[in-house]
Every structure is written in C-alpha cells, then in structure tokens.
C-alpha cells in the first residue's frame, strides 16, 4: 500500500469521526416520513439522550442532566432519561460540597477553570511585587548604607577637629546645626558623639557635651528615655549616661525594677554612670535577681570607667542572696581583706550557696583567722562546701591544720574528699610531705593507694 492510500484512509476516517461528534443526527437519521414535525421532535429526542449519555460517560453531570432533562420535556413518556435523571440527582448531591453557606460543584468545570485562573494569576502578580518589593528595598538598603558609612566618616572628621581646635569654631556649630535639621543625619550624629565620649576625658569630654546640649540632641535623647518600647528607652538611658545629663533620672530609677532584664540592666548601667559619688544604691532596694550578665557588667563599668569602689561590705547583709555573692565576688577580685567579720558571718547563712562562695573567698585571701571556724562546720555542711572547706585549707597552708586533715583522711568515706585531704597535707610544706611518708608505711591499706597516688609525681 502507498502512501497515498494511507492518507486517503486517513483523511476519510477523520472526515468520518468529525461527522459523527459534530452531526450526531445524521447516525439515528431516519428515512423521510409524512410526519416532519414527529422526524424532527424524534431526531432532537435522541441528539439530547446521545449528548447526555456522552457528558455521562466523562463523568460531566451537571451537563448530562440538563441534556437528559431536555430529552425528558421532549418525550415525557419515555423511562430511560427518567432513570439518567435520578441517578445524576443522586450523584450530584453526593458530590456537593458545602464552604460556610456557599454550595461548590466540582463536577462543573467552569467554575474549577475560573477559579484555577484566578489562584494562578494571583499568584503571578504576588510574585512579581514581591520580587520587585525585594529589590527595590536592597537597593534602597544598599544606598543607605552608603550614605550612612560617609556620614559617618564626615560627622567623625568634623567633631575632632571641633574637640581640638584651640577656640570654639562657629562655623563648625553651624555647619553641625544645619546637619541635625534632618532626622537621619541625628540619629548618625548621635551615634558618633556617644562612641566619641568613652575615649574622651577632661575638658574634650566637656567641650562634647556642651555641643549635645546645645543642638537640642539632650532631647531626643530624653524623648528615647521615656518612650514606650523597651529598645527605644535602653538607647535613651545609655546615651544620656554617656553624656552625662540628669534629665530622665526618674524614669532610670522607675527602671530599675524593670521586668525586662536588658532594660533593667542599662538603667543600672546608667545609674552609676551618672552618680559616680552614689553609685551602687540601687542594690540596697533590688528585689528582683541580679543576674550574672548584669554583675559582669557593673564589674566592666567599674574597672573601666574607674569609678570609686562602694561598699560592698553591707551589702553582704541584704536579703537578696544574689546581691550577697555579687559583694563576696568583688571582695575577693579586689581583695577587701577588711570585710572579714561580715564574712564570718555568712558561714551561718541559710544558702549553702552563699556559705560556699564564702568559704572559698576565705581562702582565696588567705584569711586564717577563719579556719577553726571551717573546722567547726565542716560536719554539718554539704558534700560541695565540705569540698570547698579542704580546698581553701590547702590555699592557706596552716599547718595547725595537719591533724584535722588526718582525721578527714582516716575517718572520711568519699574518695574523692580523701584525696583532696592528702593533697592539701602534702601543700603544707614543711611537714606535710614527711606525713604522708609516715602514713604510706602505716598499716591501713587505703592510705597507701591514696597517698601514693597524691605523690606521684607523673600525675600532680
């Protein structure tokens, strides 16, 4: 066969398949009859039962049952489009589905072809903002932060050469004047002005602050400090401590109490940067725990600022147990050997924790005159403050403390305790070697593996 009979075929086929879908009629065509109007009542009658069985079979049935329905209207008596009917009624309620008070079909594909439509053109349009909302804010960013790395270095050059010129320069307060008429250029003002001040002393610092104070930054400062949000009011406490303007004393000090515990902190932060002579009053009221992040940030702020030490010795007597180990903790970095009898005290203290710090304070300073006293409550305390208690024997050295250590040694059941006992023996130098010595030949087996042990020499 060529190909030209093929194409033949195959054209014909199509030609047969486009009069079948588009002329249904003509396949239940009937011989012409007296009767033209019942011919043509009867071929519509079948064209609705074939439409309708075809949107049946592809599962289209709000379709099938408007054809079936039509075909029903034109031959009321006939059974077959009164079974469609019923059986599309029930498939139709079945597959109804119910979105608050509004009714979706599913079965139309009109309304899924609308509504897919309307999804993805949303979401084309979503995208296509939010790509352009993207970019446009990274460029925005990227200038600004530009702008604001060469204000920065502008503002830097013209507040040195402000702060050293030999007289004041008007045409530098005028020219800085007419910098803060915009509220970007203040906020990088400020910022300069405020990292300026930590390196600056004597008549430069002064000089500085006496130019805050005169392009008005103090208020926007003061408005910062008693502000709603949280962020905000920390920034006003630091640059007014950094500057050093009472202004908003009573918000700090209404802060101090704060929940927040940033928040809190910079209040304190500031309330000893501008009370040098008071600095440290809020720990006799601070209710609330002080925390280790704020200690180390006061301790910061007093080495590096310099500010004269308080007197942490009454503080050992507040109520608050974490004020207690704050105070003990800058007794022992700076070494106030003068709190002795307050400290003593605090070997009694309901919190095993406070008597722990206390004890190894002790020793830490190398206060001997509390060793019978360590002596003393070493049976009643916890395993960690009797743990404590022979480590800061060791520290000291004592050697009127040779025949207590023995007796921890011998009468102790913690292995551990044991070996830090021989270990603070063999610390006391004159004598505590030669004791370990005896008791490596004594008879007690147990001694012999702890001492020798502490004595070896590759381990220690």
């Excluded at 059986?87 to 309304?111: A, C, M, T, W």
């Excluded at 903002?129 to 013209?158: I, P, W």
């Excluded at 704050?326 to 400290?343: C, E, G, T, Y």
């Amino acid at each position: 066969m060529n190909k030209n009979a093929v194409h033949q075929r195959l054209i014909l086929f199509c030609f047969i398949f486009v009069i079948y879908f588009c002329f249904p009629s003509t396949i239940f065509a009937e011989l012409p009859s007296s009767n033209h109007e019942a011919s043509i009542r009867e071929t519509t009658y079948e064209k609705k039962i074939l439409w309708g069985e075809r949107f049946y079979s592809l599962n289209l049935n709000s379709l099938a049952l408007k054809e079936f329905e039509k075909a029903h209207k034109i031959n009321p008596g006939a059974y077959f489009p009164q079974f469609r009917i019923v059986q599309l009624k029930s498939r139709l309620h079945q597959s109804s589905n119910y979105i608050g008070s509004v009714e979706l079909d599913f079965n139309k594909p009109g309304v899924l072809i609308s509504a897919l439509i309307f999804v993805i053109l949303f979401s084309f349009v979503s995208m296509v903002l939010a790509l352009f909302f993207v970019l446009f804010n990274r460029d925005r960013t990227s200038k600004l932060e530009k702008k604001t790395q060469f204000l920065k270095e502008e503002y830097q050059t013209m507040l040195i050469n402000y702060l050293f010129s030999k007289e004041i320069n008007q045409e530098l307060v005028q020219s800085f004047k007419m910098v803060t008429a915009s509220t970007l250029n203040r906020k990088i003002l400020i910022n300069q002005m405020i990292d300026l001040s930590i390196t600056l002393t004597g008549e430069e610092k002064h000089r500085l602050k006496l130019l805050y104070i005169d392009l008005k930054l103090d208020k926007d400062s003061c408005k910062k400090a008693r502000g709603r949000k949280w962020h905000v009011k920390a920034k006003g406490f630091r640059e007014l401590a950094f500057m050093n303007i009472h202004i908003a004393d009573d918000e700090i000090i209404r802060c101090l109490s704060s929940r927040n515990d940033i928040l809190r902190m910079e209040a304190q932060f500031a309330m000893i940067r501008l009370n040098p002579d008071n600095s440290f009053t809020f720990l006799d009221v601070l209710e609330k725990k002080f925390t280790l992040w704020e200690q180390l940030n006061v301790y910061e702020t007093i080495t590096f600022h310099q500010i004269e030490l308080p007197d942490f010795e009454h503080l050992l007597y507040s109520k608050n147990n974490s004020i207690v180990l704050f105070a003990l903790r800058m007794i022992k970095v700076f070494k106030l050997n003068k709190a002795f009898n307050s400290m003593l005290d605090l070997l009694s203290h309901h919190d095993p924790e406070v008597r722990n710090l206390t004890i190894q304070v002790m020793g830490n300073l190398n206060m001997v005159e509390s060793l019978p006293y360590m002596k003393k409550i070493y049976k009643s305390e916890t395993y960690e403050n009797c743990f404590a208690i022979i480590q800061s024997i060791a520290s000291m050295r004592d050697e009127s403390m040779l025949n207590f250590l023995k007796l921890v040694l011998d009468k102790e059941d913690d292995v551990q305790l044991q070996i830090e006992a021989a270990i603070a023996i063999n610390k006391i130098v004159d004598k505590g070697t030669d004791t370990l010595n005896q008791l490596l030949n004594s008879d007690y087996k147990n001694y012999k593996i702890i001492v020798k042990h502490v004595l070896d020499k590759r381990i220690n």
